[in-house]
């Protein structure tokens, strides 16, 4: 069982994001002071090395918001994840490496929030490296949440599937009734409770999502590390645990670790409401907090590989017969999970697309309700209506995520590498120390690495996934 932390925590955090939205989206609507004047801000010490929020998130509830900010769907394709990297081997070293860049974005963001004076990602990327960048931030996060409202409705149907298939003891294909077939599941789930809970204003219905969601997650792990060791289980034979080794092999695991390990538009809003902020603090954090998902990605992962080897499904709970229970259970604590953060991850790009549309159109937040309210539903449908066609007619999450996992490498290198970058050269110094030259090439690595990742999952992701 969580600390109770957990559900102040949440409510700290879903209170940025509210703020987010509408109330906050004309704070950084124009920034067009000079460079001159922006760097002057940008090195002033507007900010304590510690600072103290009264009624803050605790550092344990820190620890567990980011933990189920990494969390969620991707954990159901780290086997096939291994597979593809490998083996084990490979997938857990290339983990270990991602990670060290993974946890020092995470401490240059709270940093940089820090000398905007930002409490959420966008705007961060928007004070410290300028308008441009910060547009471009704020499209890609629609973007990758409207990949992963995709990915969730796919989930969905696939758990769906099995469960009907269970009960029903039909799991021939062609034996399953029009009601229990996959895309009338999707519909009928996404109309009658997803749609429903993406409509409202406001994402405070949903504070209790975060606790679900970690023992879903936990308890999925813990269904595949229990089949992999129990005694009645076989191995795989040696062919199946066989893969291709080479480094170009290892770079197809990349997309799902970014995927699943990708907090990083969501850390600021942590970072801004917790009780003590200072960067040492922030660091022991996230690292405990990355440690704790280590643990559970790569129990799922190394166990799901060891029980099916290369033959292991996208989606590793598909692997597993219909009829065992057990499992059963876990699917549906999956389609718990999604249909709780459906809306969550959705509110988050409409929030994104509605300030584009108010900066873009030089409104005003705070206009009246009935205008808000029409644009806010015709927002809500035509996202809903999009993302399940698409999840309508793409087979499997493996594709959904070789796309969006590029996506997911822009917000853990490429622009935590930019606004250090920037942050450095903001600086104002006669002679530059080792340590500039030090961070600002690690600024420049992380942008270059993010690059290449971005560009080479996201080729293969649309002429091979998708397109072949």
């Known amino acids: ?17 509210s703020r987010m939205s509408l109330g906050n989206v004309a704070i950084n609507a124009d920034y067009s002071w000079d460079a001159g004047e922006r760097a002057r801000l940008l090195q002033s010490p507007i900010v304590p090395e510690t600072r103290r929020l009264a009624g803050g998130t605790s550092a344990i509830g820190a620890v567990f918001i980011v933990v189920n900010a990494a969390l969620g769907a991707g954990l159901l394709n780290f086997p096939a994840a291994f597979s593809a990297a490998g083996g084990v081997t490979a997938g857990i070293l290339l983990q270990l490496v991602l990670l060290f860049f993974i946890i020092s974005g995470l401490v240059i963001l709270a940093h940089c929030a820090d000398a905007c004076s930002e409490r959420t990602y966008q705007e961060v990327v928007r004070g410290i490296c300028g308008r441009v960048a910060g547009v471009l931030c704020e499209i890609l996060i629609a973007v990758y949440t409207f990949g992963t409202c995709i990915a969730f409705f796919i989930i969905i149907g696939d758990q769906l599937e099995k469960l009907l298939g269970a009960i029903m003891h039909s799991l021939a294909d062609s034996n399953i009734p029009w009601y229990a077939d996959r895309k009338f599941t999707i519909t009928i789930t996404g109309v009658l409770l997803v749609l429903p809970l993406s409509l409202p204003r406001e994402i405070s219905v949903q504070k209790y999502a975060s606790s679900m969601s970690v ?22 034979s040696d062919s199946a645990t066989r893969s291709d080794s080479s480094w170009i092999a290892v770079f197809k695991a990349v997309p799902t670790i970014c995927f699943g390990y990708q907090c990083h538009v969501s850390s600021i809003p942590v970072y801004g409401s ?9 660091a022991a954090i996230v690292s405990a907090a990355m440690f704790i998902a280590l643990c559970i990605y790569t129990g799922t992962g190394v166990c ?20 065992d229970v057990p499992v059963a259970v876990a ?21 994104v697309l509605e300030g584009l549309w108010l900066r873009f159109t030089a409104q005003e937040a705070g206009e009246e309700p009935a205008r808000e309210r029409q644009r806010r539903i015709f927002q809500t449908l035509t996202w809903f209506v999009l993302t399940l ?3 309508l007619f793409i087979p499997d999450i493996g594709r959904v995520i070789s796309l969006i996992g590029g996506l997911a490498a822009c917000f853990i290198f490429i622009f935590p590498g930019l606004c250090l970058i920037n942050l450095k050269l ?17 600024g420049v690595t992380m942008v270059t690495l993010g690059a290449f990742i971005f560009g080479q999952t996201t080729t293969k992701a649309i002429f091979v996934d998708l397109m072949g």
Do not use: N
Not at 1 to 17: K, N, R, W
Not at 274 to 282: G, K, T, Y
Not at 337 to 346: F, K, Q, R, W
């Open 426 to 442: 903001s600086e104002i110094q006669e002679q530059k120390s080792r340590s500039w030259w030090a961070l600002l090439v690690y």
């Open 274 to 282: 917790m009780q003590r902020q200072d960067l040492r603090h922030w």
């Open 304 to 323: 799901g590989y060891l029980l099916f080897g290369s033959a292991v499904d996208q989606d590793v709970l598909l692997s597993f017969p219909s009829e």
């Open 1 to 17: 069982m969580l600390p109770p932390v957990s559900s102040q925590g949440t409510d700290g955090v879903i209170a940025v994001l």
């Open 389 to 391: 066609l698409l999840a």
């Open 331 to 351: 699917r549906a604590f999956i389609i718990l999970c999604v249909l709780t953060s459906y809306p969550i991850l959705h509110y988050c790009g409409r929030a």
């Open 215 to 236: 023992l879903g997650t936990c308890y999925v792990t813990f269904i595949v590390i229990y089949r992999c060791v129990q005694p009645t289980s076989e191995p795989p």
